[in-house]
């Protein structure tokens, strides 16, 4: 099955998480309509995203591994380390706020990256909405930060995540987010699917487990990887050491999948390397 891997990146309240979790419930990932993005205790208390989050969906054929990542900028190191295990972005701003200083700062480390975003103007529906002056507020705004030609030609998606439609134009009608979903197929590069060659892959992540205790969430790279192997990690300096993977994840809408086997191209969660940590490589 064809991958391809994306975040979602904006400031905050500007959407991502609300399109997020409509384009879960669309694609039948979620049935409720209580399942959210925020689910840790904190961040509902908070109302913002705390921690990156992963899900994944399933759309003609393909599987989508979405990063829901913070537009807080106290979290703005967890956005860049993010942003280093993903092959594109899809950037929300809020049609009647335009660019905002978090805005600004993740599109800045996306373009550094060599990503290509897909713009999303959002809440088209509210009164003082003004997506086609935003529209060239966000083309400026690539210009400012040094975007190149091909990074310049972006295509934007008009959206209302919060009744789940998105479409190419202001003058469509909008029923659902399937043109989102089309756009993501047609201009986000597929992850390779390598294989054949020796296993890699690179934690962006780290969480959590009570039975399982620390897990890494991770981009596989090359290779193949599965339970019970015996890997080799090597640290930032050099260091290296064994470590072997006693349980797998893949994801599948939010919840976590366990499995025996994961392909390059994928993001897993890999429980087993109690030293490992983000940076590492396996």
């Not at 290509?116 to 997506?131: E, S």
């Not at 893949?250 to 994928?266: I, K, P, W």
């Amino acid at each position: 099955m064809v991958t391809r891997n994306i975040a979602i990146i904006a400031h905050v309240d500007h959407g991502k998480t609300t399109l997020t979790d409509a384009l879960m419930r669309q694609t039948g990932m979620v049935t409720s309509d209580s399942v959210s993005m925020d689910s840790n205790a904190l961040e509902r208390e908070r109302g913002i995203t705390i921690y990156a989050k992963n899900a994944a969906l399933f759309y003609k054929d393909t599987k989508i591994n979405i990063v829901d990542t913070p537009g807080h900028a106290d979290f703005g190191s967890e956005v860049e380390r993010v942003l280093r295990s993903i092959d594109s972005v899809v950037l929300v701003v809020d049609a009647q706020e335009g660019p905002m200083p978090q805005t600004r700062f993740v599109l800045k480390k996306s373009l550094e990256l060599g990503l290509k975003p897909i713009v999303v103007l959002n809440k088209i529906d509210k009164p003082a909405a003004r997506p086609e002056e935003v529209k060239e507020m966000v083309y400026e705004l690539f210009l400012d930060l040094g975007a190149d030609d091909e990074q310049l030609d972006f295509t934007t998606v008009y959206a209302i995540a919060r009744q789940g439609i998105a479409k190419m134009t202001l003058e469509e009608e909008g029923t659902d987010l399937s043109p989102l979903l089309d756009t993501i197929l047609a201009k986000v590069p597929a992850a390779s699917h390598d294989t054949e060659s020796a296993l890699r892959a690179q934690p962006f992540n780290l969480g959590y487990d009570n039975f399982v205790g620390r897990l890494a969430i991770a981009r596989i790279y090359e290779g193949t990887l599965r339970v019970n192997d015996t890997v080799l990690i090597r640290n930032a300096s050099g260091k290296s050491e064994t470590g072997r993977i006693v349980k797998l994840f893949t994801f599948r809408g939010l919840e976590r999948v366990e499995t025996e086997v994961a392909e390059a191209g994928d993001i897993v969660m890999i429980a087993g390397l109690s030293g490992i940590d983000i940076g590492d490589t396996i």
